[in-house]
Each structure stands twice: as structure tokens, then as C-alpha cells.
């Protein structure tokens, strides 16, 4: 008999990380073991991102059409695309909708589930609820600006409709993501309940949580990152964390992973992810991307006028004083900027190889880079960044406000409260070349100061590419909107080769309990 491949129903989708990583999990024939038959996305230019690859995806390996590289080179359009492949087209439309959990009437989204998983009973659920209101910013910043706007937040309620899913529908099994802020999160200031014991609570019998009924399967929860205890009621919440840099994923991104299996499919002891031997660092997966220069904000761009910006630093004080000792790195560096640089575009025609991860990376049929180009900066920027990549390139280390000099502090009421630690004290962060980098975050499409190239000679933020290398997102994986928009869509995913290994162990679940 025909192998079938097993359902994935993923909600909250984002781009389609999480996804990506089961989707592309195969046997050894080739053939694929898991297939995303819904995907749930509330943010249009997201959702234009998971059509897309939906649409990718109707292709076996090897036989993409031409025309969808023609599309990601910017040689045709999307609508040409579609209407060359109707019948590919018209099942992305069906595997990724347009939807948003909470608002749309669940009598319908029940019915699509249904629909998509065609009474298939051996199908697993992704995803994870928005976290911005989880995050330990994000309950600073909403705190301190509208603490009752903070109370009522609708995003602390959205892993209800997770539950909701499970409760009407019982996977076998289910995969959450969220942030590791939710640990620390209480629901309130009044009731010291703490959020993440709360949830936990509810993820072990869903149908209960929602129809105040304890007749449906209730799950086990399991950690896929430590030895799970004999009782599970005794795994501490801590141990749920999983730390992506110690397995193969370039960046230092710490999320919270539950992996759920329903009680009454067996004994079922799932495995842990296996740790990496090596860390993967920045400079391993992105150095080999085209170089390319910042532009200037408001004031007119080009590269002679872009190399005239920073090569004012010769004059600066802090160069001449040797401060920190870095003058003579930084004379070095100034030497080397050229004009030759670019801004780079939608794509560009350069074949590249990164040190790590090039199979998992690398499609030859796309023959280029997508999605690679720089921001503007404001010259005052330009200078912070330049010192901030000098300092990392001796120090190995990300400067603070503390370390900068005097002449190159912003000018705002903050500063103070920064340097003395009482709010952020890290508003220039550079990556460090030989380590993975910081945690990409959606922030990223606000402004590039967390996410600054170590390359003192590039003098720039991350490109989205470049943020999408780090979250390990295929070369060939397009992100559709304008940059802002691309920006946070790879900030807010699960890296997909992080998925993939937690698609491993969701295979062997469902194969150990037949």
C-alpha cells in the first residue's frame, strides 16, 4: 500500500518556519513525510510568503518550473506565475489561508480543518500564538507606557484558540513554540499566577480547559531539549527551553518548544534533540553573501558620498586618542572603504556558498541571492556602527552605551538611565564575528541598531537575507511585502532547520505508537 504523508495543521504560521522544517523531511526514497495541508496567518504580506512557498512546495525536488525562479530574479510577475500552474496554484490557495484566530468564526475554521485533514486521524498540530505580549520587552515597554492596555491584551489570550484546536480536534500529537519571557510572565499584578504553569495546565487536558469536560483524551507534555522525568508533572518549566545554538543553528535564540502527545496512543518515550558538536557561527553562514555598503538617510546617497560619511572618523577625536586602543583598527579599516559597493535589490546575480549548512541552504537552480538589501542610515548612525564593528572586531564582544565614546552618544533624555543600566543599555548591538548571533527578532524591522554587520568595511545593518540565513530559511525561500515587512516576518519565525530536527523526533512518536 501507497505510503500516505502525515497532516500538518499549522496555526499562527508567520512565513512558514516551522512548516518548512516538517515539510522537507523525507525518506529515504525521497518522498516526504510530513505535508502541511492548512496553514493558518493573519498578516497579509506573511500569508502572500506562505502561498508562495505552498505553491513551491506542489513540486517534487528537482522539477521547480523555470518560471518560479524567473519570479524570484523580478523576471516576471506572481500573477503569470499562478496562471502558468492553475491547478498548483489553486492548492497553495487551499494549504495557506488568510485567516485570524480569535476573530474569524470557529465554526469555519473548525470546518477547514476538517476539510483539510480529510479523515486522516494520524496528523500532528504546529505553531505557537503571538508572544510579543509574553516577552519580558514586551511587558516592560507596555507596562510602563499603558499599564491597563498591558492587563487587557488580547495576544495573552490567543493560546486559548490553540487549545480550542486541540480540544476539537485531538491530534495525536502537537508541537508549541513560544518565548522564554513566558516563564517569568504572571497574569497579573494582583493575582500572582504564574502564566506559563497556567498554560501548562490547560495543554494537559485542552477539553477541559475549553467545555469544562474531562471525557476527551488528555496529553503528556515532554521537553525536547532535556531527560524528561518519570513523572511528568515533575519536569521543571525551565527544562522546555530549548537553546537553538546548541544544535547547529547559527543564533543564539532561546524559545520555549512543548512537545504534546495525546495520552491514549501509548507509552510513547520521545527522544531529545541530539546537540550539535560545534557551534555554527555568523560569519559561517553569512560572510559568503555579496558585500554590500548602507545608504544615507536624509541627505542625498552614493557610494562616493557614503565613503566620505565615514571616512570623517579620520578627524574624530576618539581615533586620534586611540581610545580603548582601537585607533590603529580603526585607521586600518577607514584605508579600506571603498565605492565599490552597492546597495544590493530584490536579487543578485552572484553564485554563493556559506561555510556551514551550504546543502540545506543552497538551491543551483536559483543561481542568486533574493531578498539582499541594505537599509538607510542616518550619518551619526554610520559612526556608531563603525565603532561598534572596530570595538567587536578587537574586544569579541558587543559594545554598551558605556563603552562608546562621549562624542558618539545619541542625543536624548535616555542616555543616562542607559548607562547606568536602569533601561537598555545595549542600543547598539554589533554581531560578533566567530560566535552565533543574537536572537532575530521582529524589533529588526523597526531599525537595525540591535542587528549591526561585524564587518567594519560594509558599515551597516543585517540585510533580510541575511536575517533569514541566521534563522536558517532556505535560499530559495522568498519573503514577499516591502523590506520592513520582510523584516519582521523572518523575526517572528522558528528557524525551519531547528524545525526539522523536532520533525524527527515527531516522526518516531508517531511510528513508535502504532
Not at 533580510?464 to 523584516?487: K, S
Request: glycine fraction near 6%; charge should be positive.
Amino acid at each position: 500500500m501507497k505510503q500516505e504523508s502525515i497532516p500538518v495543521i499549522d496555526i499562527f504560521a508567520g512565513p512558514g518556519g516551522l512548516g518548512e522544517g516538517f515539510s522537507v523531511l523525507m525518506l529515504k526514497s525521497g518522498k516526504a513525510i510530513f505535508k502541511i495541508k492548512l496553514s493558518i496567518e493573519k498578516d497579509k504580506y506573511a500569508h502572500e510568503t506562505l502561498e508562495l512557498r505552498a505553491f513551491y512546495r506542489q513540486f517534487s525536488s528537482g522539477k521547480v518550473p523555470t518560471d518560479y525562479y524567473r519570479y524570484l530574479r523580478g523576471e516576471n510577475g506572481k500573477d503569470e506565475l499562478f496562471r502558468n500552474h492553475p491547478l498548483e496554484y489553486k492548492n497553495a490557495q487551499n494549504e495557506a489561508w488568510l485567516a485570524e484566530l480569535g476573530k474569524t468564526d470557529r465554526e469555519l475554521v473548525k470546518s477547514r480543518i476538517v476539510k483539510a485533514l480529510n479523515g486522516a486521524s494520524n496528523w500532528v498540530l504546529i505553531g505557537g500564538p503571538p508572544c510579543q505580549a509574553y516577552s519580558l520587552a514586551g511587558r516592560s515597554r507596555m507596562r510602563n507606557v499603558n499599564p491597563w492596555k498591558y492587563a487587557r491584551d488580547h495576544r495573552h489570550k490567543l493560546y486559548k484558540e490553540y487549545l480550542q484546536i486541540l480540544a476539537d480536534h485531538q491530534p495525536p500529537v502537537f508541537v508549541m513554540e513560544n518565548v522564554k519571557g513566558l516563564l517569568s510572565s504572571q497574569r497579573t499584578k494582583t493575582k500572582k499566577e504564574n502564566t506559563f504553569d497556567l498554560i501548562l495546565a490547560d495543554l494537559r487536558n485542552p477539553s477541559n480547559a475549553i467545555y469544562g469536560t474531562s471525557s476527551s483524551p488528555s496529553y503528556k507534555l515532554f521537553s525536547i531539549s532535556h531527560e524528561n522525568p518519570k513523572k511528568l508533572e515533575d519536569i521543571k518549566p525551565e527544562n522546555f527551553v530549548v537553546r537553538s545554538e546548541e544544535y547547529g543553528i547559527p543564533q543564539a535564540r532561546h524559545r520555549i518548544i512543548i512537545l504534546g502527545i495525546r495520552s491514549d496512543i501509548g507509552n510513547v518515550d520521545p527522544e531529545i534533540l541530539p546537540k550539535a558538536e560545534n557551534t555554527v557561527s555568523i560569519d559561517a553562514v553569512i560572510d559568503d553573501l555579496p558585500h554590500l555598503r548602507s545608504g544615507l538617510s536624509k541627505e542625498d546617497d552614493s557610494a562616493e558620498k557614503w565613503r566620505y560619511v565615514i571616512q570623517e572618523l579620520e578627524k574624530a577625536q576618539w581615533v586620534r586618542s586611540n581610545y580603548l586602543g582601537l585607533g590603529n583598527a580603526a585607521k586600518s579599516a577607514l584605508l579600506g572603504i571603498r565605492t565599490n559597493l552597492n546597495r544590493g535589490g530584490r536579487f543578485i546575480l552572484e553564485k554563493t556558498v556559506p561555510k556551514e549548512h551550504h546543502e540545506w541552504y543552497v538551491d543551483e537552480q536559483l543561481n542568486g541571492i533574493c531578498n539582499h538589501e541594505t537599509r538607510s542610515h542616518i550619518r551619526e548612525d554610520l559612526h556608531r556602527y563603525f565603532f561598534a564593528a572596530v570595538f567587536a572586531s578587537q574586544m569579541k564582544r558587543s559594545p554598551t552605551l558605556n563603552d562608546f565614546p562621549k562624542a558618539l552618544l545619541p542625543k536624548h533624555g535616555n542616555v543616562q538611565k542607559e548607562q547606568d543600566g536602569i533601561i537598555f543599555n545595549d542600543r547598539f548591538r554589533v554581531q560578533v564575528s566567530g560566535k552565533p548571533s543574537t536572537t532575530v527578532v521582529s524589533h529588526i524591522s523597526k531599525d537595525g541598531h540591535y542587528y549591526i554587520h561585524y564587518d567594519p568595511l560594509q558599515c551597516r545593518s543585517l540585510t533580510v537575507r541575511e536575517a533569514a540565513r541566521l534563522q536558517t530559511f532556505p535560499d530559495n525561500y522568498f519573503f514577499e511585502g516591502n523590506r520592513t515587512q520582510q523584516y519582521h516576518q523572518v523575526g517572528n519565525a522558528v528557524p525551519p532547520l531547528l524545525a526539522n530536527k523536532i520533525a524527527e523526533i515527531v516522526y518516531k512518536v508517531l511510528q513508535d505508537s502504532k
